[in-house]
T-cell receptor
Framework: QQQVKQSPQSLIVQKGGISIINCAYENTAFDYFPWYQQFPGKGPALLIAIRPDVSEKKEGRFTISFNKSAKQFSLHIMDSQPGDSATYFCAASGPSGGYQKVTFGIGTKLQVIP | DAGVIQSPRHEVTEMGQEVTLRCKPISGHNSLFWYRQTMMRGLELLIYFNNNVPIDDSGMPEDRFSAKMPNASFSTLKIQPSEPRDSAVYFC???????????????FGPGTRLTVL
């Protein structure tokens, strides 16, 4: 049972283009939505995160858009660069069994071609 | 800070053998997580420790898997006996674990790639 649905699973974008990764969730108890970036041979690392009371958060070329009513959020990478080639995980954090549990999406493998 | 340290980085073993994966969390972090990553299922939480106590082990696949955290600076994940379907990358992550804040960032180790033949 996948509580956070992520698409697409793979994405190829030309250098300078916009990369868009979408996620959807069902559990309205989720109260924090981080995105993690993973390079080959490395562990995931926090990239950017948003709270549900904010509709958009921007850090450099990375922007999260959040639609609370639709229970959807997305990551936009502007001016995509080959160095952005990595796997991106959306995630949702919320109370579960007495602690804050993070549930990850399946991941999107992004390839930015020159 | 050295970050989360995992060993070994790669492990190749034969079906039926015991496998032990090791993790050293970031000093001062109170929460430790073990995850399994596969292409089909992504990142799955196996077990969560807080202050060395297992809080949620609902993700442990079956009795062949066990995890311990004898002190704040060391944890192990053991698979006995191992099976080919256990082949995956296993990650350990730690976080400050202050009062269960949802904004607690998890810091991942480099992972252990396990291959069971």
């Amino acid at each position: 049972q996948q509580q956070v649905k992520q698409s697409p699973q793979s994405l190829i974008v030309q250098k300078g283009g916009i990369s868009i990764i979408n996620c959807a969730y069902e559990n309205t108890a989720f109260d924090y939505f981080p995105w993690y970036q993973q390079f080959p041979g490395k562990g995931p690392a926090l990239l950017i995160a948003i709270r549900p009371d904010v509709s958009e958060k921007k850090e450099g070329r990375f922007t999260i858009s959040f639609n609370k009513s639709a229970k959807q959020f997305s990551l936009h990478i502007m001016d995509s660069q080959p160095g952005d080639s990595a796997t991106y995980f959306c995630a949702a954090s919320g109370p579960s069994g007495g602690y804050q549990k993070v549930t990850f999406g399946i991941g999107t493998k992004l390839q930015v071609i020159p | 800070d050295a970050g989360v340290i995992q060993s070994p980085r790669h492990e190749v073993t034969e079906m039926g053998q015991e496998v032990t994966l090791r993790c050293k969390p970031i000093s001062g972090h109170n929460s430790l997580f073990w995850y399994r990553q596969t292409m089909m299922r992504g990142l799955e939480l196996l077990i969560y420790f807080n202050n060395n106590v297992p809080i949620d082990d609902s993700g442990m696949p079956e009795d062949r898997f066990s995890a311990k955290m004898p002190n704040a600076s060391f944890s192990t994940l053991k698979i006995q006996p191992s099976e080919p379907r256990d082949s995956a990358v296993y990650f350990c992550a730690s976080s400050l674990g202050l009062g269960g804040r949802s904004t607690d960032t998890q810091y991942f180790g480099p992972g252990t790639r396990l291959t069971v033949l």
